[in-house]
């Protein structure tokens, strides 16, 4: 047993030696990188390669600077510069601007490499990005367009999912609009650039930017993001359609699409513009001045009656819809029990809601049938809380009623008190 | 001295009578004051309902039930599961349905659509519905929100 434990002491324990020394320095070698190491000696500013590199979704998942530079990283550049970056080692020039998209597409557009960090990962970024604006600009020659890096930064890139990245879908507007609110930069393109003014005016950019509900669109739910422009005019409520399907198909069954299509109007965006997309409020149907009926409809022409009565219509469910509200809290507030009114009430405001929602047929039966219906429901609401009100007004009297009885009592019983007593000292 | 003695004692009682008779006053109107007043806070919401019995929904199918002053759907899936959420939807809150033509629970608002597990899967819904408890007790669907 002795000699067994010797001969291991003799053999193994040198080899396992030898071998856990030998596995320490090839995994340094494997982790060596010298690029960062050298380029940290002259690179001081935070937005600098060496440094902005450190916090890359590219550095943490294993692959080195040399990956898309070339080069050799385990040469200490120090020492050999040149051997370093030696071109017959890989080593190219970063890629000028109109490079970008073709140099991150080198991996980016290969499945076969890229499964391995994700095995659903998309690799038609490239292609979409061919059929962008973006795209066809810069194969004209336009160096000004955003390419991958204008976006997602060369050497800082983070996952989208990461709210510090500049793709992260509530940072999406700003960084669209380091180029698209800059009118210097954009002269030329002969587009607006209050772009992100108006978005952060509207319904999504309220949505997203100040609640933070992510779900809300960014500009890339409507441009696309890789694929990026401006969608067609008859695409539009294919566009909107996505996130908003049932309004979608109302407006295109209704006789508003083929008017639409003949004068050339951008479908939903005509009513709803586009960046500054508001919520709506009653002055927006009818032929008012700030309705958007009346942007085609003047007073007395072919649908304007139509548009009135259909404003009225809405507008008078929504009055006695809030009227039953306005009687619901008081009762409420009163201490009554409303549990059964406020549910009924959940039934009207989706009547209600539904009403909008069929404005986009543009028929003034159909909207009727819903108000007809809502009102119906509002009207038996209305009634249930003016009975809790009443039930708490016949509550008052009855008790005024009975305290005026118990205080005839009670002053009855200190006369025959007093009666009783004058008695006695009589 | 005797008289004195008397008087304390007659006083005595008297401020027991006024006393007495202050606080059994005290009992009558500050009930009826308080039922004057309105109550600070409104109805307590109901932590779990009964949302039917067990063998009046056929597979396949939902309904609505009352949970407090919201209402709730309950769902008798296809695989004969049970399961319940607030029928309100995440967009705008409008009462939810179940479609058994596509298994699904949707919103006739806006055309609104989540699976039978309450997540929004189509349509402008930005998040899944409020999930609730079943629990079958005897013969009773019982219904509770998940603390």
């Known amino acids: 047993m002795k000699s067994i434990n010797r001969h291991f002491n003799n053999i193994y324990i040198p080899f396992l030696i030898i071998f856990l020394f030998s596995s320490t320095a090839l995994y340094s070698q494997e982790k060596r990188n010298n690029c960062i190491e050298c380029h940290s000696e ?25 990956d898309c530079h070339g080069g050799d990283p385990e040469i200490d550049a120090s020492e050999d510069q040149e051997l370093a970056m030696d071109p017959k080692k890989g080593y190219k020039k970063p890629p000028k601007h109109n490079e970008v998209p073709e140099f991150c597409a080198r991996c980016h557009s290969d499945f076969e490499y890229m499964k391995k960090f994700n095995p659903n990962i998309r690799v038609d970024q490239y292609e979409n990005y061919l059929t962008s604006q973006h795209g066809k600009l810069l194969a004209t020659g336009d160096n000004k367009v955003a390419n991958c890096v204008s976006c997602h930064k060369a050497h800082g890139v983070k996952r989208k999912t990461d709210p510090a990245s500049t793709v992260f879908v509530a940072q999406i507007p700003e960084t669209c609009s380091i180029c698209h609110s800059d009118a210097e930069y954009m002269k030329g393109y002969a587009i607006p650039t209050d772009q992100l003014e108006k978005y952060k005016e509207s319904i999504h950019g309220e949505y997203l930017l100040e609640e933070g509900d992510l779900s809300a669109p960014a500009c890339n739910d409507c441009h696309g ?13 294919n566009v909107c359609g996505v996130c908003h399907p049932g309004n979608s198909q109302l407006f295109l069954n209704s006789t508003h699409k083929k008017y639409f299509e003949e004068f050339d109007f951008p479908e939903c965006t005509t009513c709803h513009n586009n960046h500054l997309i508001q919520k709506l409020t009653k002055e927006s149907l009818g032929i008012g001045e700030q ?54 009430l959940n039934n009207v405001d989706t009547e209600l809601l539904k009403a909008r929602s069929m404005v986009h047929s543009f028929s003034l039966e159909n909207v009727k049938q819903i108000t007809g219906e809502g009102t119906k429901l509002a009207l038996d609401v209305r009634e249930m809380a003016n009975d809790a009100l009443k039930e708490y007004q016949i509550r008052r009297v009855g008790l005024v009623i009975s305290l005026f009885f118990i205080f005839i009592a009670g002053t009855a019983l200190y006369l025959k008190i007093k009666d009783i007593d004058r008695r006695r000292t009589k | ?64 039930f009352k949970f407090g002053r919201k209402p709730g759907l309950l769902i008798y899936t296809k695989q004969g599961e049970y399961r319940a959420f607030m029928a309100t939807c995440s967009h705008l809150d409008c009462i939810v349905q179940f479609r058994d033509d596509s298994e699904s629970i949707w919103c006739a608002c806006h055309n609104g659509y989540y699976d039978v597990n309450g997540n929004n899967v189509s349509g402008p819904p930005p998040r899944p519905l409020e999930n609730l408890d079943v629990i079958i007790k005897d013969d009773d669907i019982m219904v509770s929100k998940i603390t």
């Open chain 1, 42 to 66: 002259f690179e001081e500013e935070e937005t600098s390669p060496s440094i902005e590199f450190k916090n890359d979704i590219h550095n943490s998942s294993g692959v080195l600077c040399s």
């Open chain 1, 225 to 237: 993001n890789h694929g990026a422009a401006p969608p067609g005019i008859e695409s539009v409520h």
């Open chain 1, 291 to 344: 309705s958007v009926c009346g942007i085609c409809h003047a007073e007395g022409e072919v649908g304007s009656a139509d548009a009135v009565e259909i404003k009225n219509s809405i507008e008078n469910f929504s009055a006695l819809r809030d009227n039953c509200q306005i009687l619901s809290e008081e009762a409420e507030r009163k201490g009554m029990h409303v549990a059964e009114i406020k549910y009924q």
């Open chain 2, 1 to 64: 001295m005797m008289e004195e003695k008397n008087k304390s004692r007659r006083n005595f009682i008297n401020y027991l009578l006024g006393g007495g008779f202050t606080l059994v006053a005290s009992s009558v109107i500050y009930p009826i004051v308080r039922f004057m007043l309105p109550p600070k806070s409104t109805e307590a919401e109901p932590m779990a309902v009964s949302a039917g019995k067990v063998g009046e929904m056929h597979l396949n199918s939902g309904k609505i």
